[in-house]
Each structure stands twice: as structure tokens, then as C-alpha cells.
């Protein structure tokens, strides 16, 4: 499995951190930027890559996007069509996203999390699987039905 990460200047940080603690756990990462620290940056374009990759390859890949609040990264993540980020701030909320929803996209708060909360919440969403429970899978394709529509609906529509 894939994991790709991504991170703006106020997750830059933790970003770092996450990528050397998912490398130890025997995973291939690969890290779609911000590569160094740039004040300047946007969120919008590493959550946007992250999500495509992960849109992409969704059966064989996972992505974890940092920005300070993670709400920025988690609305871009969710626009993508195969993704289901979750913006968890408890290992316990960690946990749910896998078990009941499948999150394959996680969004984190840098400004709301120390780097040992954030390895609790990244360790357990990795050791979680899909529960499988039939009551799981039917609201999940309720979403995916969801999606769909959504998507065939404002195809070529733009609120700017």
C-alpha cells in the first residue's frame, strides 16, 4: 500500500514527523509537498494532489494531509470522487473512521495536536480494518450512491 502525505506551512511540521513514523511502520510513502517550509503556501494544492492520487488508486493507497485547523484539507479531500477523509482528532475517532466508514484519507490539526496524540491517531487508523459489518457496507453505498449523483450533477459547474 501506497501512502501519500501532504501538508501547507502550518502542518509542515507534523507532516515531517508523520512521514518518518509511516516509513518506520514499513509503508512506502510518498510525500506530494510542501517539500520545505513555505509561509506562502496553500493547503488546496497538496490536499488536491493527495486526494487525486489517492482518487486514482484508491483500492491500493491511503493519503494523511496536515494543515493547521485539517478542516481546509479535509473539504478539498472530500470533493474527490473514491475518497473518504476523516478529520479526527482522538485515536478513539481514528478508529471509528476506519472500522465503520473506511476513511482512506486522513486530515489532521496541526494546531490541535501534539506529535504524540497524532502518533496515537495515526497508528490506530493504520492497525483498524473495515469492520465489514453489512449495516457498514450498506450506508457506505448509500454514500458511494451519493457520490455519483453528486457528481453527475455538477460536472462542468463552478461556484467562481
Not at 81 to 97: C, E, G, I
Not at 103 to 109: D, E, G, K, P, T
Request: glycine content about 8%.
Amino acid at each position: 500500500m501506497v501512502i501519500y502525505l501532504g501538508a501547507d506551512h502550518n502542518g509542515f511540521k507534523l507532516k515531517e514527523y508523520i512521514e518518518k513514523l509511516v516509513r518506520g511502520m514499513g509503508y512506502e510513502v510518498i510525500d506530494v509537498g510542501n517539500k520545505e517550509y513555505d509561509a506562502n503556501d496553500d493547503y488546496p494544492d497538496y490536499a488536491g494532489e493527495v486526494a487525486r492520487l489517492v482518487s486514482q488508486g484508491y483500492e491500493s493507497s491511503r493519503g494523511i494531509l496536515v494543515c493547521g485547523s485539517g478542516v481546509g484539507v479535509d473539504v478539498v479531500a472530500n470533493k474527490f470522487k473514491n475518497v473518504r477523509s476523516a478529520l479526527v482528532f482522538t485515536s478513539n475517532q481514528a478508529y471509528d473512521s476506519r472500522n465503520d466508514d473506511n476513511a482512506n484519507v486522513l486530515s489532521l490539526a496541526a494546531n490541535y495536536l501534539s506529535e504524540d496524540e497524532a502518533k496515537k491517531i495515526v497508528m490506530t487508523w493504520f492497525e483498524t480494518p473495515f469492520s465489514e459489518k453489512d449495516s457498514h457496507k450498506r450506508r457506505l453505498q448509500k454514500v458511494y450512491r451519493i457520490e455519483k449523483a453528486t457528481f453527475r450533477e455538477t460536472e462542468g459547474n463552478s461556484q467562481f
